[in-house]
Every structure is written in structure tokens, then in C-alpha cells.
């Protein structure tokens, strides 16, 4: 005699040899009645549920039923009694009597299973199958890179952290400096990817879910440093020397770029900052040469500013610019606190309103009660099945105005209880809450390329090459 709990439903299933299943219901005091029996025509030797679908295993065949539709299939091929059945990577999978294992694949366009594979090798009977879950395995982790300062980076890091093993899936999310990983956590840690990316200068540091984005209150060192020598060249008006000052400016902005530019060579990324590195070059090397030979002829090959011999002029473009970003960033961090504060305040254990028992949101399945005190969060969203209460709904909505909530009404994770005791019945999963596929919707929207982005993306891949070959062919022709 084989049994199946459905999960999520109230029924049990019972198989038997004498080509039956009997049905049992559980009522509200958990109590179990006699249904009905099905007579299936055929010994029963093994049950299977996945979603709205039962599979049974029987003598030369496999009985599919959709229990929502009543929808009935026979996927035939087994040689005698099918003794086991599971379901992994979308392949429904047979143990049968002559020691093959068979398996299907569902055609969604046709609406039935198709053979997909017959594994041989046993002599005997295939009693027990079990496939492993990998997706248990993945993990989703954030991680601020400082460093990621355009879209022209996000290449990469696309060409460093997608070869490696254990890595399913890269986001970028550019103006929030926010790279999203999903990874198998068996596989590949976040300390490694932090070191991967971290070899390239690009300041990464890993970012708990649902913690805010990583803000510096400050400037970086280098923006520092940019400002106090830019403030010291002030006093060129007291002593010329002073103006050379605002010069270092200048080299200072440049480290950074050039530590990140030789990375870029390293993984043989052709990027905008290795166009940053020859026109760096090019300035120092025109800024010591005019300091040290006051050589007009390099005087012309300078640009703009220092071109105008009006150096403070330079620092300052550099500083103002070096500032803006750091101004950017610091708005961008601050627009998507707001989603990131939801997820950290919600509860992460619950009250059994049976039991009293509390436990992790996590554990929490469909339709369980739970109980909900004055002052306390809602935990997962649900329906009020007992009392009448008001709610603060303003984490979600704005509105501070308090809402009534009556039986049948529906509640969200994240609203307040404001006055006595409520019980919930829950709709969904943890994860599956509102507030967590709000989250999800804008991460999403924020790493996905528009048509635009991904037309220019693709131009940057030859242009930066292009631009290197013609001015080196230029420079070569002119020699000549």
C-alpha cells in the first residue's frame, strides 16, 4: 500500500495492489474522513505529485492525472511493474520491473509526455529513484563594486566572473554600483568572486540580502587628495610654484584609472579605460616635458587647459568631476534604500497560531495560521481568517492613515497590526511575497539593457580598437 499527501492540499492518497486508490480528507480538526476510491485497473507500485499533477506507477505504464482539470494520460514503455518515479531537470523519470529506468519530457504545445531517454545497466528491479535539487545549491548575493564606474566595465566583469564554474547568472546594475550573482554556493563562494574582482581594482565587497547598498559618507582618498592639492593652489597668487599643484590633480585622478586600465589588458578587454591610460600618458608626459624643457612644441600637442597654461583650471575639471560622481552614487544609494529597508524589516520568524510554536518565515508553507500580536509585523501575506483590527500600511503604500482589516481581507508582509490579535492565513512563500517580487521587478528593470544601451555597448566593442589601430596607423604614416 503506497500514500501521498499532496502538498498544499488537505487530501491523503492511498495506492494498493488491488488496482485501487482510496481518498482520505482532513477537516479542520486535522481529522481524516473517507472520500471516495478511484479504480485505476492496474497494481499500484508507486505515487508521485508535482504542482497540479499525480503520476502512478503500474504494471507497463505510468498513469498521469491533472487533478485540477481531470485531464488523464498514459505514458506507456515500462516492461512490468513500475516500482519508483521522480521528477529532475523537467524529465519525469521510471524505475521499472526489468531494471530500466525511462524518461519523458512534457511537450507544453502538444499537451503530452515524450520519450526522452531509456538508461540500462541494472539486472534487477529499479526499487528507488531520487534526484537531486541543484537549484537548493544556488544562492543569490549582492556585492558593491566602488570600483564599476560606467557601463563600458560591465563587459569586464561579464569576461571575468562568467567562465567561471558555479556561476549561473551576472546583473549589473551600473548607477547603484550593485553587482547581483546567482551562484552555486557549492561550487564557488563569494569570497571568490570577491578576489576575482577585486584583482582588477574594482573594490568589491559583499552586501548581505536585504542590507542597504554600501555609502560612503565620504569622498574616496583620491577625490581627497584631489581637493586638498587643488585647495593649496590657491596660493599660486602668493608664490607661482603653487599653480604646479593643481597638476597633481591631475596625476592623481589617474592611478586609479590606470591600475583598472591594466587589468582591462590583463583579460584582453579592449575598454574605455585603457583609452584613459594612453590619453593619461600622453598628459603626463606633456605636463614634465613643458615643467622640465618649457618646450613649445609640446605646448601644442597639450589640450585644453593645461594647453591655456591655466593648470588650476584642469584640476578643477578633474575635482568637479571626480565629486559628481561620488554625488551620483550617494543618490542612487539613497533612491534604492527605500526596498532594501522593506526587506531588512520584515520578520524573519513567525508564531504558529495552532501550536504557539515559532518558527522561520522560510519553513512557513501555503495556508498555515499564524498568529499576529499588537505591534507586530505581518510576516508573510495572507487573509485574516479571525479578528477585526486596523493596520499601518505606510512601509508600503505611504499612507499613514490606519486601514481597517476585516475577515477575508487581504494583508501584505511589511503593514503593522496596530491594536490586538489577529490570525493570518498565508497565500504564498516567504519569497514570494509582494514586497520580494517588487524587489525582484526592480532589480530587474535596473540591470536590464534597453535596445539603445545595448546598440552602443556594441559599438564600444570596435570602437575603442578602431580608434587605437587608425591613431597608431596615423602616428606611423606621419613618422614616415
Known amino acids: 500500500m503506497k500514500k501521498l499527501w499532496l502538498v ?39 505515487m508521485l505529485s508535482e504542482g497540479p499533477c499525480m503520476f502512478v506507477g503500474m504494471p507497463n505504464l505510468v498513469k498521469a492525472w491533472n487533478l485540477q482539470t481531470s485531464a488523464e494520460l498514459s505514458l506507456n514503455g515500462p516492461v512490468g511493474q513500475v516500482y519508483s518515479l521522480v521528477i529532475g531537470n523537467d ?59 560606467c557601463s563600458s566595465e560591465v563587459q569586464l566583469i561579464d569576461r571575468i566572473l562568467k567562465p567561471l564554474e558555479g556561476v549561473h547568472h551576472v546583473s549589473v546594475i551600473v548607477h547603484t554600483r550593485t553587482v547581483i550573482f546567482l551562484h552555486n554556493v557549492a561550487l564557488i563562494s563569494q569570497l571568490q568572486i570577491v578576489k ?27 577625490v581627497v587628495v584631489c581637493g586638498l592639492l587643488l585647495l593649496l593652489s590657491f596660493f599660486k597668487y602668493v608664490s607661482s610654484p603653487f599653480q604646479w599643484l593643481a597638476l597633481g590633480v591631475v596625476v592623481v585622478d589617474i592611478i586609479p584609472e590606470v591600475l583598472k586600465a591594466i587589468a582591462s589588458l590583463r583579460n584582453l578587454e579592449l575598454d574605455i579605460n585603457i583609452l584613459m591610460l594612453i590619453a593619461g600618458k600622453l598628459h603626463i608626459h606633456v605636463i614634465f616635458k613643458y615643467a622640465f624643457s618649457c618646450s613649445n612644441h609640446f605646448l601644442y600637442a597639450a589640450g585644453g587647459s593645461v594647453f591655456l597654461k591655466d593648470y588650476w583650471e584642469a584640476g578643477t575639471i578633474v575635482f568637479l568631476l571626480n565629486i559628481s560622481k561620488w554625488l551620483e552614487t550617494r543618490a542612487s544609494h539613497r533612491a534604492a534604500a527605500v526596498m532594501s529597508t522593506l526587506l531588512s524589516i520584515a520578520p524573519q520568524t513567525v508564531v504558529l497560531a495552532n501550536t504557539g510554536e515559532e518558527v522561520n518565515t522560510k519553513e512557513v508553507m501555503v495556508n498555515t495560521r499564524l498568529a499576529v500580536k499588537a505591534g507586530t509585523m505581518i510576516p ?37 497590526n496596530l491594536n490586538g490579535y489577529i490570525t493570518v492565513k498565508t497565500t504564498t512563500l516567504a519569497e514570494a511575497c509582494v514586497v520580494a517580487k517588487m524587489v525582484k521587478l526592480v532589480e530587474e528593470a535596473q540591470s536590464n539593457k534597453s535596445k539603445t544601451q545595448r546598440y552602443v555597448d556594441k559599438f564600444a566593442k570596435y570602437y575603442t580598437p578602431g580608434t587605437i589601430s587608425f591613431c597608431n596607423s596615423f602616428v606611423w604614416n606621419a613618422k614616415k
Open 8 to 46: 498544499g492540499s488537505d487530501k491523503l492518497y492511498i495506492g494498493s495492489r488491488d488496482e485501487t486508490m482510496r481518498v482520505w480528507v482532513a477537516n479542520l480538526d486535522r481529522l481524516l474522513y473517507y472520500a471516495g476510491v478511484i479504480k485505476v485497473g492496474g497494481e499500484v507500485g508507486c
Open 196 to 222: 576575482s574582482l577585486n584583482w582588477v581594482w574594482l573594490e568589491e565587497n559583499v552586501r548581505m540580502k536585504g542590507e542597504q547598498s554600501c555609502q560612503n559618507k565620504w569622498p574616496s582618498p583620491f
Open 380 to 416: 508573510i501575506d495572507g487573509v485574516v481568517v479571525d479578528g477585526n483590527r486596523e493596520l499601518e500600511e505606510k512601509a508600503l503604500i505611504g499612507e499613514s492613515f490606519p486601514v481597517s482589516k476585516q475577515v477575508d481581507s487581504n494583508v501584505r508582509v511589511g503593514t503593522v
Open 91 to 149: 524529465l519525469l523519470f521510471a524505475g521499472t520491473h526489468d531494471g530500466s529506468i525511462l524518461a519523458w519530457k512534457y511537450n507544453a504545445a502538444s499537451n503530452c509526455f515524450e520519450p526522452a531517454a531509456s538508461l540500462q545497466g541494472h539486472t534487477s528491479a529499479v526499487v528507488t529513484l531520487m534526484a537531486g535539487d541543484s537549484s537548493k545549491d544556488l544562492e543569490r548575493s549582492y556585492f558593491d563594486v566602488l570600483g564599476l564606474c
